[in-house]
């Protein structure tokens, strides 16, 4: 295999990832595993083999479900790329090896266009929180909102022991899905990439400054219990934020341990492939910015002295990379809100300029008032759409990851039946990464 | 054809005037009074299958009947919209309309109503109802049945309202969702960099608007009978009303009445977005039963209701929390309590 033919960019960057690409046209189940001119096929007994013998699943059902298929995918936890890295590099670390330099740099395999999606039922509490409805549909209505809907998915329906509680349920298929995701991209190192694309943060001095503004990302996520957080490199995110290059989101650096309301979960998947990190790359590439880092901190923090804390340092910690500008996303909502907005207060008081993603909870009518925290210098505010809208969705004719549709918003039927539910059950409907575009507006 | 059903007042309907306010509510099949322009106006696109007349006055003293009444006309008429109007600038006729509009909710069909900018009833109208401006008088019949027959039109056949029908409509504050040309992420780097460049930008979500209260005058506590109220959700061990975790619909009260302190024996937490865990170790973190006894003992409390009351605030409306609000207060009047401890989780 001679990798020199693929194609190639070259730049002066930084912690410089060549991320190559293998777009997936297509995925199916088949005797061996392997990728084979677009086609990634999956020997599911041998992946079954594999979770359950490393993960500790009791059982497995594996599937697959293609845009336009009359599909739902109920009780999702959680949507991860496949990716791996060659030669003995980190991918997913604090999970499936540990934190190296090799995180972030060199070289990172990519199945685009393909997402495992992790699915299982966990019923009960734990300390009265509990695991929400995410569902995925493949056409119709429903199809519209979810970018997992575009996405080919591999779907991996675990079936816990009965003594596993809520904490060890999910924590398994955490693990099971990792595993899967670099499992099914190793398929891919003998190729050539569909794709090479490069990304880095621009070297410190190597450019006259200031020829073009300078933006960093402040990437909050949720940690509220130990069925809603998230993990760097495998430890769980404090509200002491951390400045990571954004091509260690790349190679998995963040992981979603969230599993709260579907709509505003924040996937591991859109940490790989975040919506504004690739944004904010391909302006660096046209020469529109200069992309300074991602500031990691923590949503959903105890106490406003405690908020107020962690929005100060993030804003300070803007400060010093340099930046002109920030765009903050969040995850969840509720007080998660009042942790995006007093962090945009204190960047703007540092003379950082703000942009901010939300979703909104107007009410199924879209009355209702908007986010209990809304700080002045909120002036510039992206709104995802109202996750509280009612949709539609048509029966379907096959049905993944339960018979049953588990949460908050218990659904008493047949998940297989048409139904009416709000936006919120359905998985990253409205994410505040920006990935869809959806959009909320006066009426 | 769409059917439509035509709810107008006793004036329009022909009846009479003030006088007949009283009027009962009757139905009549096909048109009447300003339901003949509408089906000129309308042609193909619906018929009007029957028109309710109500008086005025009665359309108020018995709301809930006559919303079970217009409910069982449509079913019967087998109505796929409402209208109800134009009532112009006139209050009471503007109430009633937002009544039948709400029937028409309940029964799960559209409707569209007619009213002036500053008719009172338009605070009432479901917030996805679509009113039409109407002028001050039926001096403005012919373009305000016109331009509600547009709305009309595009509601009946499942389309979005375009620019022009919205121009119509009175603005009610009401999100919705469209679609964008870009993602989420390439509007939020674009606006970033307009706004760092100096350009111009529109927020696509503004400050909500939430409505002040002025606080009641201070209280004497030592003289005064005191009520703990949370919104933390707060129960007894097995939470016997089915609290709900969020979104509640309702608050509920439980016995204090010899108590010093809450016990985690006794209760527990069941609010859905917190970590209930050192509530549940001491439940007076919560509701202070515990220090209020205390001041109660020392004098410091003139008297504790021998209730505590609690609903869950977690993602419930605003609108639903005003109504326990008022239900609240009206239970405090009847008790004598003179001021409230309110604490949230």
Redesign the interface.
């Known amino acids: 295999m001679n990798l020199a033919t693929a194609p190639r960019v070259r730049s002066n960057l930084v912690h410089q990832l060549e991320l190559y690409n293998y777009t997936v046209r297509d995925l199916r189940l088949g005797e061996e595993t392997n990728w084979a001119e677009g086609v990634l096929t999956v020997n599911a007994e041998a992946l079954k083999k594999h979770l359950i013998a490393e993960a500790g699943v009791r059982r497995m059902g594996i599937a697959v479900a293609r845009p336009g298929e009359s599909a739902r995918i109920v009780n999702i936890l959680d949507a991860i790329e496949p990716r791996v890295k060659p030669d003995n590099g980190q991918i997913f670390p604090g999970f499936l090896g540990a934190m190296d330099g090799t995180v972030g740099r060199g070289v990172t395999h990519a199945l685009n266009g393909c997402a495992v999606l992790i699915c299982g039922s966990v019923p009960g509490e734990v300390a009265s929180q509990v695991v929400s409805e995410a569902m995925v549909d493949m056409t119709g209505p429903g199809a519209r909102y979810s970018p997992f809907s575009r996405t080919r998915n591999l779907i991996l329906w675990c079936d816990f022991y009965d003594d596993h509680d809520p904490v060890k349920r999910v924590s398994v298929a955490r693990y099971a899905g990792l595993l899967a995701a670099r499992w099914l991209a190793a398929a891919t190192l003998d190729h050539a990439p569909d794709e090479i694309r490069i990304y880095g943060v621009p070297e410190n001095n190597s450019s006259p400054k200031k020829q073009v503004p300078q933006v960093v990302y402040i990437c909050p996520g949720m940690l509220l219990s130990d069925l809603h957080q998230t993990f760097l490199s495998g430890s769980a995110l404090t509200s002491t934020p951390t400045v990571v290059h954004p091509t260690q989101l790349m190679d998995g650096l963040l992981v979603s341990g969230n599993y709260d309301i579907g709509a505003t979960r924040n996937p591991t998947y859109l940490y790989q492939r975040s919506p504004i990190v690739e944004e904010l790359f391909s302006y660096q590439e046209k020469g529109l910015l200069s992309f300074m880092g991602v500031i990691v901190t923590k949503c959903l923090i105890e106490g406003f002295f405690g908020k107020q804390r962690s929005a100060y340092l993030a804003a300070q910690t803007a400060r010093l990379l340099d930046a002109d500008g920030v765009v903050i996303s969040i995850e969840e909502c509720g007080h998660a809100y009042a942790d995006q907005m007093l962090t945009c207060q204190a960047c703007e008081e540092m003379g950082v300029k703000t942009v901010l993603i939300m979703a909104e909870s107007a009410g199924a009518t879209g009355a209702k008032p908007g986010p209990i925290a809304f700080a002045e210098a909120a002036d510039a505010v992206i709104s995802v759409g109202n996750m509280d809208e009612v949709v539609s969705l048509p029966a379907v004719e096959a049905i993944y990851g339960g018979p049953w549709s588990c949460g908050r918003w218990m659904m008493e039927r047949m998940a297989l039946e048409a139904m009416e539910t709000p936006l919120a059950n359905i998985f990253a409907a409205t994410s505040q990464m920006g990935a869809g575009r959806l959009k909320g507006e006066t009426r | 054809m769409t059917r439509v059903m035509h709810y107008i007042n006793q004036f329009f309907g022909g009846i009479g005037g003030e006088d007949k306010a009283e009027y009962p509510l009757t139905v009549t099949a096909g048109t009447l009074g300003p339901g003949r322009l509408l089906a000129g106006k309308l042609g193909d696109a619906g018929t009007i299958v029957a028109t309710i007349v109500c008086g005025d006055n009665t359309a108020q003293y018995s709301p809930e009947h006559i919303k079970q009444e217009i409910v069982a006309l449509l079913e019967q008429y087998e109505a796929d919209i409402l209208v109800a109007g134009p009532a112009f600038s006139s209050g009471r006729y503007g109430l009633a309309c937002a009544e039948a509009a709400e029937a028409a909710q309940i029964y799960g069909i559209q409707s569209v109503v007619g009213m002036h900018p500053e008719n009172p009833g338009i605070d009432l109208c479901?917030?996805?109802v679509m009113i039409v401006k109407a002028g001050e008088s039926a001096v403005d019949m012919a373009a305000s049945m016109e331009h509600l027959c547009r709305v009309l039109v595009r509601q009946a056949a499942g389309e979005p309202l375009g620019s022009e029908e919205?121009a119509y409509?009175i603005?009610?504050?009401?999100?919705?969702?469209?679609?964008?040309?870009?993602?989420?992420?390439?509007?939020?780097?674009d606006?970033?960099?307009t706004?760092?460049?100096g350009g111009k930008?529109e927020?696509?979500?503004?400050?909500?608007?939430?409505s002040r209260i002025e606080p009641a005058p201070p209280i004497e506590v030592p003289l005064s009978k005191i009520a703990l109220v949370s919104t933390g959700g707060l129960v007894p061990k097995g939470n016997p009303d089915r609290l709900e975790?969020?979104s509640a619909t309702k608050w509920v009260s439980y016995s204090i009445a010899g108590r010093a302190s809450l016990t985690p024996e006794d209760f527990e937490?069941?609010?859905?977005?917190?970590?209930?865990?050192h509530i549940?170790a001491y439940p007076n973190r919560l509701i202070p039963l515990d220090i209020c006894s205390e001041f109660r003992a020392k004098g410091l409390i003139g008297a504790l209701d021998d209730e505590y009351y609690v609903t869950v605030g977690?993602?419930t409306?605003?609108?639903r929390a005003e109504q326990f609000a008022i239900e609240l207060t009206a239970r405090f009047r009847e008790k004598e309590v003179h001021g409230v401890l309110l604490t949230s989780s």
Do not use: W, Y
């Not at chain 2, 927020?203 to 939430?210: D, V, Y």
């Not at chain 2, 069941?270 to 209930?276: A, F, Y």
């Open positions: 479901p917030a996805d919205l409509c603005k009610r504050d009401i999100r919705c969702n469209t679609a964008s040309r870009k993602k989420g992420a390439t509007r939020a780097v606006m970033l960099l706004k760092i460049g930008f927020s696509e979500q503004l400050p909500p608007h939430f975790a969020s937490c069941i609010h859905g977005g917190i970590d209930v865990t549940n977690n993602l409306p605003v609108a």
